[in-house]
Every structure is written in C-alpha cells, then in structure tokens.
C-alpha cells in the first residue's frame, strides 16, 4: 500500500477572503487522518490568470491528486484537461458544476448547485411573503454566484431584472451602494448576499440606515458577523454549502481511491443546507473554523 500520496488543493480566492478559513481546514483534518501530503495554493489576489498558472506548476510537481475551483471555465479548462492527460486525478470542489467537471475530465464535481440553492431560498422567501429583492453580487465575473440571483428571482416568481447589484469587492463601496438602492427603491421587500464579503457591509448598510431586523435578509455562506446576525434575528437564514466537505471529501476520495481502487460512483452535493436561528449551537461553536 503506497502511503503518503500527495494532494494539492487550488482555489480562486484572494488572501484577503475569509471564508476559505474553513477550506484550509478541511484539508489539513483530511491529511491528517487519512495520513497524505496536503497543499492549499491560490492566487494572493484572486487572478483567475494567476491561478490557471498555480494549475500549471501544481501538476508539473506531479502530485497523486489536484482538487480545484473552476471558477473561469473558459481560462482554467486547458490548464485542467493537461493535468488529467498528465495522469493527474482532478476533483472539482466549491465552483463550476457537474457537468463542467465532466467536460474537463475530472472524477467528480463535490459541492453546491448554485442555481438549485439559489431557488429553494427563493421558495423560502415567497412562503414568507417576499415578492421584490435586491441580490448583492459582490463578484460580478463569477458566473455561478449569477445563477444564485437568478435562481432566487425563479423561486420567487419574479423577474431578475435590475435587482441584481454589482456591488465590486470593496466593503465601503458596497455598504454605499445597498445604501443607494434602497433609498432608489424603498419597496424592496428583500435583501439576498452571496457570502460574508458582500454581508457584513450589507449588515452596516442596514443598520445606519435603520433598516436591520425591519428588512427580510437572507445570505449564502456563514462566518462569524452572519452566525451573529442570524442569532440576532436580523438575518432569517444562511445557506450553507458546507465548505468544510468540499476540502475535505476530495481528499478521503482520492486517497481510498489511489489505494483501494473505489470511487462513489456520483458527484457530491455539499449544500444547500439552511441554518436559521434554531439551529445555531454546532454552527456557532465551528463558525470561521468547520462551518
């Protein structure tokens, strides 16, 4: 039995995205129980360019395995289709989809249908009577966190339209422009962000302008400002695709699968799982570490 196989773990994120916290995580717990060699690599400042590169010299190490993001089909399908013809294992983790993974020649796809998640948390928001929303879209370029618009805007019923904000990255300019859309708009009956980067400004938007707890507020991901507010009761739900899985699965499956020669024979949905204040006590003791 070959121990000590080697695993490299590539993400689209720049160094400044805490969400990832929990992805690094993932791994190193991996590694250290299934006894293999773990990497996290990614580009500092989130270059989808840089990263097709990081792809590049992550196979020229020739590890047993790459798990990477597909973050930019179109920029990163060359450099994963050469690891795969290198005799490389690729997983797709976190971003992409199914049938990307198996365009590209990859194992599996392990993470959140997007467009899905998008939808049931539209459903959910219609139950509670929401008809009108701003999507806060803190990563324009990113055609999956689209889809997390578009799928709520179907769950509701309602068209897209002009209610998808392209917030940029930035926290200030993104709390000035919630700001500026609410005021432009003041039935908004809604407010959708796609992750900690575009919740916690949202969070400080609302409340100077008085609008938090009295808004509908619902977000994808968790982190430590949204565990906060979903306690608080100024945000009804996180969606949460369970990061910690999308690290940690790729690297169990690889390894039973580099040694046994067994591989599920289907990809992994990590989400959409929805965490509301009832059932915070797990993810309030793991926030910013597994969950």
């Known amino acids: 039995m070959a121990e000590g196989e080697k695993y490299i773990l590539v993400s689209h994120a720049p160094d400044s995205d805490s969400w ?131 799928g709520f805007a179907d769950g509701l019923g309602v068209e897209l339209g002009s209610s998808m904000l392209d917030s940029g990255a930035d926290p200030s300019e993104i709390k000035n422009r919630v700001q500026a859309y609410l005021s432009a708009n003041p039935d908004t009956d809604a407010v959708l962000t796609l992750g900690p980067v575009s919740a916690d400004p949202t969070l400080l938007a609302l409340d100077e302008i008085g609008l938090a707890g009295d808004i509908y507020f619902g977000t994808f991901d968790l982190g430590e400002e949204i565990v906060k507010a979903i306690k608080s009761g100024v945000i009804e739900w996180g969606i949460d695709q369970q990061p910690f899985l999308q690290a940690y699965l790729p690297v169990v499956i690889m390894t039973n699968y580099h040694r046994y020669g067994v591989l599920p024979g289907n990809n992994i949905n990590a989400g959409p799982g929805f965490v509301t204040a009832e059932g915070l006590e797990k993810v309030e003791e793991f926030a910013g570490e597994y969950r």
């Open 20 to 150: 990832w916290n929990t992805i690094k995580n993932g791994i190193a717990l991996a590694g250290e129980q299934m006894d293999v060699e773990v990497e996290y690599r990614n580009p500092p400042t989130g270059d989808i360019a840089d990263m097709a590169r990081i792809i590049e010299q992550a196979t020229a190490s020739g590890p047993n395995g790459i798990i990477t993001t597909l973050a930019d089909f179109d920029v990163l399908k060359a450099p994963i289709m050469d690891a795969v013809a290198s005799g490389v294992d690729v997983i797709i983790m976190n971003t992409g989809s199914a049938e990307q993974a198996r365009e590209v020649g990859a194992l599996m796809y392990v993470g959140q249908p997007e467009y899905d998640a998008g939808f049931a948390a539209g459903q959910r928001a219609k139950d509670d009577g929401i008809g009108s929303f701003l999507c806060v879209n803190h990563a324009i370029q990113q055609p999956t966190l689209a889809e997390r618009c578009q």
